[in-house]
């Protein structure tokens, strides 16, 4: 079973939180504290998989985590769950972020958070993988947007304030960066809060 | 206006953002979030109805001010009401809220289960589906309770949708797994087992899941998920990439979907049924040859997931554990990845080598890669890989390359990683122990150990070291040699200056002959480092003098001079001082005979399983072992006695009356002797109630205070899961206790349990007796300390017994008696439990009573004027820090009997405090390790009215509700 899905940034600043056991909220920071500790020290050489923390169970749990541009996908999983399976779900759920988002950033998930935790919700329920075709999860998103379209077009605004901080504060010109096979376009912004 | 402000909103949401990101300061953020939480609190209150936008916008940034760590502790209503709303953006936001911010206020879960429930009826299957992952991620059991008995219909009913379908079955299996008992089996179990033929695989994969979690707790009724489940493995295994489409990955057939096939196989021993099992077999044997064929893509992600299939069936193969030939291939394939340049591979690869290692088919085959895997350990420069590495070492580990492994382990254990240099150090001592065929190579191990990691070593491991050169004969004299030689390093650890006083104790006369460690030059050599020692080692250095008095009577006169010095007699240390003092004066007063018996070489130690072992087991949880107490021999002093973990007691002998000596000495053999092997003993038989599983178990079977044997008898895994099922009239027996110490606690036909028990400050010790009052042995006698989740946290139990029965039998009519040590580590509610197991007349008793630890044990009472009660009191004002309760006595009323009660309570009453006289006040001070707190109380009788009013007052909420609910009990 999953335990929990974190994402942060290089810096450690959570961009989604997950857990699907219950940790009161300051437990919560202080796990996310934790992982990010264990695993931002870890070059991006070394394996994937690490024993958890001491706070989420120690070695009864793995964390699994990738490291894409600017953010750490981490998955804190029991030993029923497999390292490799649960590394490529990883990469399934960044690339249909990826195909939702086009060329998906920090950005997305910062001023998206309902749609990112829309779209984990496809592939994730209750710590149990749910969906892996990816197509199925795409097509989940976008009957999504059509009812979202279909009760007058709110989803436009979200966009609309992406791109303006997007055109705002772009000291620099994107620089697209190739991790494995997605292109994450990352706008090179002053560390993001 | 509406349209604008729907425009304007979720700009005020990225405006929000931005303004948090612009913030300077951590104060600033602070301060913008804080205005922000105003300004919708304000809104959310406000008479002016807010539309379903807005309400919208509030909570995506409630969402995002509780990702920046943030408490949100409200919003939850509105949440509710766009949950309940028509709209499904509105909808989808206040379930999303729901499922990240749980919350357990009940009547809120009430209201979120009614739109549940309407969305479930909805028969859309978009609000049914955000409705099951609303239950999903929720997951409690108010919701299990309301909807366990909808969900499976939808999940077997003909006309649901294949997505609605998915989030059904995972629905049902996480109500499964947070409330078992409300999931009800029956006769839909095998429509769902079906469910592994569907055409659907995203359905497929999700049943999968439900099943295996279904499985592993009845097997029998989800057996014939067996043969379906190969069925379907073996379609995906053998079919071409292309023809499951979508569930395709990279080239690989839904490779998830294979796992959880796999898994599943795994809830079960090897299919039965031929044609089943030679399809399995079948299937595993494709998917080793595929690993073997020339990758279709050279993407990473299609190397994962084939690898991933293959690493399930390995643990298959592993699991079943049968077939000789495709153990051996497994093992050749993950030999292979032992060199594979995917740091991942490798640390899989070692990771499931260790299981095979196991097996007797692979064993040998495994033993092949030895030289990859220390390789690995030396280069690898992950550790997390490191540690894979030597956990394999440690499995594959057997007497015929026990050596090497033990010495390239040691080697390692030079620049290991700090973080697990403790577990090397535990594991190289139990493959030296386990494997040694000559023990002068187990002591140069433990003493190489303690030189590279001396740190690291455990009590433990030097207590074992111990035991096996005592009971060695033939090892005892290089022993002897070894330490004298290590000992004369210019720098050495502690642990070896422990070794070496306890070994050189017991057995430097057999080195004495030599000239180069005559009697003084060994005296000399541990005195040299005596006063770098901590007062533990000194005072097992002390005892090594004693011996060597004994051992050495040339020698006499120059331990004594130490002995009496001012350093020794007047030390600071209590225990020292102690030691020093009845040492001199045995060794004054005592005839050479007597000095002989009471300082005699050390009784061997029974056999029995390695403490070592225990304490790695140990390890692999997250428990921190606690300072031990040590073994102490009971005296009349010991609550005045230390309360510096280590107290190593040898005072069992009263030298006053020298006439009595004799005798005392004769009885008193053992303490005096036992001090010096602090104790293995207390190492083992103490055990840790922090161990991760909850209720924490710490067993407690009688055995001797001379045996060290363990406690082992099993209570740990028979004590039923639900400690409280037969506990005997609970909180009656507690109350009875909360104002004495001593009393009866339990009896029945069988036996009667007796407490003495005394506190001083943040520490208590309980003696518990078990009477035997019928005229049978009880048999495989066994107890054990159950500490509530909560309660874990706050008081530690330390365990341990003494009795003179060696056996877990008491015999009929004896009594048998343990001590247990307790430490307060802050304020709790909950009172331990004391479960009892034995067998009487071939039936197995198992009852469990309410131990009477309660919080009033650790008061101290505090003396004090008028005046400064009622300072005091006009301190404590705020009103969490007051609980008053008026309640009818069940007593008669009776002013004596009443000051007997509070000060037994624990608090000292004041006289002439209250302006009225028939008011009683008292005033203490609870002792936790963490906190003390402060306490006033005032009870007021209304002898008319039979009636009293109790005020208590102190620095703690908590603190002052439990002592409200202990006291008013009393009256």
């Given amino acids: ?193 | 206006m509406p349209a604008v402000s729907k425009g304007d909103g979720m700009r005020g949401l990225a405006v929000f953002i931005s303004d948090i990101r612009n913030c300077k300061s951590k104060e600033a953020e602070i301060k913008r979030i804080n205005k922000e939480l105003a300004n919708i609190r304000s809104k959310f209150k406000g008479d002016k109805a807010l539309d379903g936008y807005s309400k919208k916008k509030y909570v995506c940034k409630l969402l995002f001010i509780f990702l920046l760590g943030h408490d949100i502790d409200f919003g939850h209503m509105e949440a509710v009401n766009l949950l309940s709303s028509n709209r499904y953006t509105e909808k989808q936001i206040g379930y999303l809220f729901i499922s990240v911010l749980v919350n357990s206020n009940s009547e809120l879960i009430r209201l979120i289960n009614n739109g549940i429930k309407n969305d479930l009826a909805s028969r859309n299957p978009t609000f049914m589906n955000l409705a099951l992952h609303c239950i999903a991620n929720v997951g409690s059991r108010e919701m299990a309770e309301a909807f366990t008995a909808d969900i499976p219909k939808i999940l077997v009913a003909g006309d649901t949708m294949d997505s609605v379908k998915q989030s059904a079955a995972l629905c049902l299996l996480r109500l499964n797994r947070t409330s078992p008992d409300l999931v009800p089996m029956g006769e839909w179990t095998s429509r769902v087992v079906h469910l592994l033929n569907d055409q659907h695989l995203g359905v497929v994969t999700a049943a999968t899941s439900l099943i295996t979690t279904l499985a592993q707790k009845n097997p029998e009724e989800f057996k014939m998920s067996v043969s379906l489940a190969v069925s379907r493995l073996s379609r995906i295994v053998t079919s071409a990439s292309t023809d499951l489409q979508d569930y395709t990955y990279y080239f690989v057939p839904a490779p998830w979907l294979s796992v959880k096939l796999l898994r599943l196989l795994q809830c079960y021993p090897p299919p039965e049924e031929g044609a089943v099992r030679g399809r399995l077999t079948e299937c595993l044997e494709t998917i080793l040859n595929k690993a073997q064929e020339p990758p279709k893509s050279k993407k990473v992600q299609h190397s994962n997931a084939k690898n991933a299939v293959l690493f399930e069936a390995i643990s298959l193969i592993i699991h079943h554990d049968s077939e000789p030939n495709l153990l051996v291939r497994a093992c050749n394939q993950l030999g292979q990845f032992l060199q594979h340049r995917e740091t991942n591979l490798r640390y899989l690869a070692l990771e499931s080598m260790c299981t095979l290692a196991s097996s007797e088919f692979s064993h040998e085959a495994v033993k092949t890669h030895i030289e990859t895997v220390i390789n690995a350990l030396k280069t690898e420069r992950d550790v997390s890989v490191r540690q894979r590495a030597v956990d394999l070492l440690y499995a594959m580990c057997d007497r015929s390359n026990a050596q090497q492994i033990v010495a390239e382990m040691l080697n390692y254990l030079e620049t290991a990683d700090y973080s697990i240099r403790e577990e090397i150090v535990l594991k190289v001592a139990i493959l030296a122990e386990k494997y040694a065929v000559d023990y002068t190579w187990y002591v140069d191990t433990i003493l190489n150990l303690i030189r590279i990691a001396g740190d690291y070593v455990s009590e433990e491991v030097w207590y074992r070291v111990i035991q096996i050169v005592i009971n060695r004969d033939d090892v005892q004299g290089y022993s002897a040699k070894t330490v004298f030689e290590a000992l004369q390093a210019p720098a050495c650890h502690e642990n070896l200056v422990k070794v070496g006083g306890y070994i050189l104790g017991e057995f430097g006369n057999l080195i004495a002959g030599d000239p180069r460690s005559s009697p003084l030059i060994q005296f000399n050599l541990l005195h040299s480092k005596f006063h770098l020692c901590s007062v533990p080692t000194r005072a097992l250095l002390l005892s090594t003098y004693i011996k060597f008095v004994n051992l050495f009577p040339e020698i006499k006169a120059t331990i004594q001079d130490v002995l009496r010095s001012d350093s020794q007699l007047r030390n600071a240390d209590v225990e020292l001082q102690q030691r020093a003092v009845e040492y001199l004066r045995l060794s004054c007063i005592a005839s050479t005979d007597i000095l002989a018996t009471v300082l005699e070489e050390m009784p061997p130690f029974p056999e029995r399983e390695s403490s070592i072992l225990t304490k790695l087991k140990k390890k692999k949880g997250p428990g921190k072992v606690p300072d031990m107490e040590e073994t102490k021999k009971e005296r009349n002093s010991d609550m005045n006695g230390s309360t510096e973990p280590v107290s190593v007691n040898s005072s069992a002998v009263t030298m006053s009356t020298p006439s009595t000596s004799t005798d005392l000495l004769g009885l008193g053999l053992a303490p005096v002797l036992n001090s010096v092997a602090p104790a293995s003993a207390g190492g083992s038989l103490l055990v840790d109630v922090f161990s991760d599983n909850s209720p924490a178990v710490a067993s407690l079977a009688p055995t001797a205070e001379e045996n060290f044997s363990s406690p082992r008898i099993g209570s740990a895994d028979v004590v039923s899961d639900d400690p409280a099922a037969a506990v005997h009239d609970a909180d009656e027996l507690v109350n009875k206790f909360v104002c004495k110490n001593n009393g009866v606690l339990f009896e029945n036909q069988l036996m009667q349990i007796g407490l003495k028990s005394e506190f001083r400050q943040n520490l208590g010790r309980m003696y518990i007796f078990y009477g035997n009052k019928t005229s049978t042995q009880f048999l495989s006698f066994s107890t054990a300390v159950i500490c509530q989740d909560a309660l874990k946290t706050h008081i530690l139990l330390h365990l341990f017994c003494i009795t003179k029965q060696v056996d877990p039998a008491v015999d009929g009519g004896a009594q048998v008696q343990q001590i247990l040590n307790i430490e307060c580590v802050s304020d709790f509610m909950e009172a331990p439990i004391l479960n009892i197991q034995f067998r009487y007349g071939g039936a197995l008793q198992n009852m469990s009573v309410k131990l009477p630890v309660t919080l009033n044990k650790f008061f101290q009472p505090t003396e004090m004027t008028s005046q400064d009660f009622f300072q005091r009191w006009k301190q404590l004002s705020i009103p969490q820090q007051e609980v008053q309760k008026i309640f009818k006595a069940k007593h008669p009323m009776d002013t004596e009997v009443t000051k007997a009660k509070i000060i037994g309570f624990g608090v000292a009453l004041l006289d002439m405090v209250d302006p009225n006289p028939s008011n009683f006040t008292g005033a203490g001070v609870i002792h936790t390790k963490n906190i003390q707190v402060g306490c006033l109380l005032r009870l007021e009788p209304n002898t008319q009215a039979q009636m009293y009013r109790l005020t208590l007052r102190t620095s703690r909420e908590t603190v002052s509700q439990r002592l409200c609910e202990l006291l008013s009990e009393q009256f």
């Fill in chain 1, 1 to 193: 079973m999953i335990k929990s899905i974190l994402i942060f940034n290089n810096h450690g600043k959570p961009r989604l939180i997950r857990f699907y056991q219950f940790f009161p909220e300051d437990m919560q920071q202080q796990i996310i504290r934790e992982t990010f500790h264990l695993v931002s020290k870890r070059d991006d050489s070394v394996c994937n998989f690490l024993e958890g923390g001491s706070l989420i169970g120690g070695s009864d749990y793995k964390l699994i985590y990738r490291h894409y541009a600017t953010l750490y996908f981490v998955f804190c999983v029991d030993s029923c769950e497999s390292e490799l399976g649960i590394l490529d779900l990883i990469q399934v759920f960044v690339e249909t972020l990826d195909k939702c988002f086009e060329n998906v950033c920090e950005l997305d998930l910062i001023f998206h958070v309902d749609k990112v935790h829309y779209i984990l919700q496809q592939v994730v329920m209750g710590g149990m993988v749910l969906e892996t075709n990816m197509n199925e999860i795409v097509a989940q998103v976008e009957n999504q947007n059509r009812l979202e379209k279909s009760e007058g077009g709110l989803s436009a605004a979200p966009a609309r304030a992406v791109s303006a901080v997007k055109n705002m504060n772009l000291p620099e010109i994107p620089r697209n960066i190739n991790i494995g096979d997605i292109n994450i376009k990352v706008p090179n912004l002053s560390p993001f809060v």
